[in-house]
């Protein structure tokens, strides 16, 4: 497949890399960033304002400084898209998902088969678990520069996808007890930890406790590619991973 890479750090470099070493035929027809780079033949997103369709998928990893040029360069060039952006608007998702009205969308907080299931096991026993005191912690490298993750808060809609519990970021003081209706949510930085997630079930007595830990981005990027061709297959429409992997 041909494919645009939007945001051309760590991300988009081992996405071209790995493409490149797929065997398929598997083409990067331009790389898209904030800043544009002759040299290394990376455009800014102004320049896609007069571009063409160039690519069968986008690959978007950038930030949402880039999200609504890439979703206007989808939608004139009716580019399938998948989007691995975190910390749009409310109105940048809509957008997004408006693209699918057109072509085949997707997005994801994190394309990790692993975090997937988990968030999958998530959906399913969290109403078994009711009454439980949730605790959602991660730990990412010290050049991180969000928290909570995007893939922490996608765990923690997969455990109260009404939104009625409030979310309380670490502790400290007198804070008073625990109340019923809160998950404690927690942001460790620190060296090279690409990313670890972990969610844990307080009963009576008792703890269940999730956890998933990565070796490496190659995950994420080997996730992503499966999907992408993956959604070539699909029509027209706003999917997530779980469509693609349990659907």
């Known amino acids: 497949m041909k494919v645009m890479i939007a945001g051309y750090g760590r991300m988009g470099q081992l996405i071209e890399e790995t493409l490149a070493a797929s065997g398929q035929g598997d083409e990067v027809t331009a790389r898209v960033d904030l800043e544009k780079n002759d040299a290394a033949g990376i ?14 998928l986008i690959m978007d990893f ?6 609504d040029e890439l979703i206007a360069y989808a939608t004139r060039t009716k580019t399938p898209l998948l989007s691995g952006t975190t910390n749009m608007t409310v109105a940048q998702m809509d957008d997004l998902q408006a693209v699918g009205e057109l072509v085949p969308v997707i997005w994801s907080s994190n394309y990790s088969f692993g975090i997937n299931l988990f968030r999958h096991i998530l959906e399913e026993i969290s109403p078994v678990l009711a009454g439980w005191d949730v605790e959602v912690s991660e730990t990412h490298h010290n ?3 969000d928290a909570p993750s995007g893939t922490a808060k996608t765990l923690i809609q997969a455990i109260d996808p009404e939104g009625e519990c ?4 670490g502790r400290e003081g007198n804070c008073g007890e625990r109340t019923k209706k809160e998950i404690g949510v927690h942001a460790l930085r620190g060296g090279t930890v690409v990313g670890e997630h972990k ?4 009963g009576n007595d008792e703890v269940f406790e999730i956890t998933h830990k990565m070796g490496s981005r190659q995950i994420l990027v080997d996730g ?3 999907a992408g061709r993956k959604l070539l297959l699909r ?3 706003f999917y997530t991973m779980d469509d693609l992997l349990f659907g």
Do not use: Q, W
């Open 143 to 145: 050049r991180k520069v």
């Open 166 to 169: 409030a979310l309380v970021f």
């Open 235 to 237: 029509e027209p429409g």
């Open 224 to 226: 992503a590619i499966a």
């Open 43 to 56: 455009i800014d997103s102004t320049s896609l304002a007069g571009m063409d369709k160039c690519a069968d």
């Open 62 to 67: 950038s930030n949402p400084s880039l999200t």
């Open 199 to 202: 969610v844990d079930f307080f």
